[in-house]
């Protein structure tokens, strides 16, 4: 039962009775007029239970990105039914404009249509739908909430797509379709030509030039077909925020531009995702929707305020296969983390794959160590010019471990990741 705001008007209204006539008797009289009133209403009120619920089926959506849920209201009464319905969802779904007035004639339906934008990843559910019917004298109300199932996957928002066309363009020079061809170790033959000025005679094909009149050269184009294996780590060092974003979100951001560009490069992608235990695993087999299908897998990853197994991860990229690949290690330049556990398994994938680590740099160092205005601003640099002391000290001992970093900030990560696999499919390095 819900009374409105004529209740507490009705009683105060009682006022004037209880001037003329002040005893006690006079109070309680018309306290028994405003209850008898406000049963009788409830009562007159329509059944909530004659009204029937069914909710439509909500695609996935990017998160941050709008949607909506529909409920379908049956009247299955022989009365007209007036009501005030709120569909009720959990806060991060981002529910709005969700309270309904809805007036159905008995056998009619009724769409109410809910928006959403989800703020945070994952399976996001409905609460459950509270539906309210006025009496004739709009004093009191019957009430009910009903559980109806429904849930919207809100999947990572993929911002760093808006920087694929110009990574392809650039795929497309690279790999011969704008009559560009590449030579050096490692690359992939792919026709013979006639010699020009200007060739490397180490291209020449003297065979096919005794058999022709005049000198020809081979052409070439980057390793078609080769494997990019993403390994996402989802431990306590990625729960950091950057700018108010989770460093486990940029480097989800980073991961699908790369899976995207990588597929249209005819390359086959594997990801490991996991901290002190493997979470998920996807063996795409260089399928052209990648990157719905790593959004698909990336939608329930959580940080995990515990230290990541790296034995563990390396064990699961090695199970995807010997084959030679390009290892993506998104984790945070951490001197801490990478020293004490990521430093000893580094040579088990250094001996047989190409090793990039990805970090997401947090730009208030770099605003921090440059600041001097005041006492407090030196002591802050200071501290910051540490941290990026060791910073710089960890990358360079990756380097001489064979391994490239690419540390930048979360914006400009993922474009910086996916130039510098342009870079070793054009030397020929993967």
């Known amino acids: 039962m819900a009374i409105s705001g004529r209740v507490p008007l009705l009683l105060l209204l009682g006022l004037v009775p209880v001037v003329l006539r002040p005893t006690v008797g006079t109070v309680f009289l018309w ?12 009562l007159a009120a329509p059944r909530t239970s004659v009204l029937s619920w069914e909710r439509r089926p909500v695609g996935a959506v990017r998160m941050g990105h709008p949607t909506e849920t529909t409920l379908v209201a049956s009247n299955a009464s022989r009365r007209r039914v007036r009501a005030l319905v709120r569909d009720a969802w959990q806060p991060s779904a981002g529910a709005s404009d969700n309270r309904h007035r809805v007036r159905l004639d008995p056998g009619h339906r009724a769409l109410l249509r809910t928006p959403l934008r989800p703020r945070r990843r994952g399976d996001l559910r409905a609460v459950g739908v509270t539906v309210r019917t006025r009496g004739p004298l709009g004093l009191a109300s019957r009430q009910r909430t009903v559980q109806v199932d429904g849930a919207v996957r ?16 650039r795929l497309r020079d690279l790999d011969g379709r704008a009559a560009v061809r590449v030579r050096g170790q490692g690359t992939e033959f792919d026709s013979l030509r006639e010699y020009v000025r200007g060739d490397d005679v180490r291209s020449i094909d003297w065979r096919a030039s005794a058999r022709n009149r005049n000198v020809v050269v081979r052409t070439w184009q980057p390793e078609r077909d080769r494997r990019v294996v993403l390994v996402l780590d989802t431990s306590r060092t990625s729960a950091g925020r950057v700018e108010d974003v989770p460093r ?21 992608i594997d990801f490991v995702a996991g901290d002190r235990r493997v979470r998920t695993r996807l063996r795409s087999a260089g399928s052209r929707d990648v990157a719905a299908r790593l959004q698909e897998a990336m939608a329930d990853l959580e940080p995990v305020i515990a ?20 290892v993506v290690l998104l984790t945070p330049l951490e001197p801490s983390a990478i020293e004490e556990g990521l430093l000893t398994v580094l040579p088990a994938l250094t001996r047989h794959h190409r090793v990039v680590l990805a970090s997401v740099r947090d730009p208030a160092l770099d605003r921090l160590a440059a600041a001097r205005a005041t006492i407090d601003d030196v002591y802050d640099a200071a501290a910051a010019e540490q941290v990026l002391a060791r910073r710089r000290r960890t990358a360079h001992l990756l380097h001489a471990l064979g391994i490239d970093v690419v540390d930048s900030d979360a914006e400009r990560l993922p474009p910086a990741l996916a130039d510098h696999y342009l870079q070793l499919k054009a030397r020929g390095l993967l």
């Open 31 to 42: 306290l028994l007029v405003v209850a008898l009133l406000a049963a009788a209403d409830w």
């Open 307 to 326: 230290e990541a197994d790296w034995d563990a991860l390396v064990g699961a990229v090695q199970g995807m296969g010997r084959q030679r690949a390009l």
């Open 248 to 268: 486990l979100d940029s480097a989800m951001d980073a991961a699908l531009l790369l899976a995207a560009l990588a597929a249209r490069a005819g390359d086959r």
């Open 154 to 169: 809100s999947l990572p928002p993929f911002e760093s797509r808006k920087h694929l066309p110009s990574r392809l363009v």
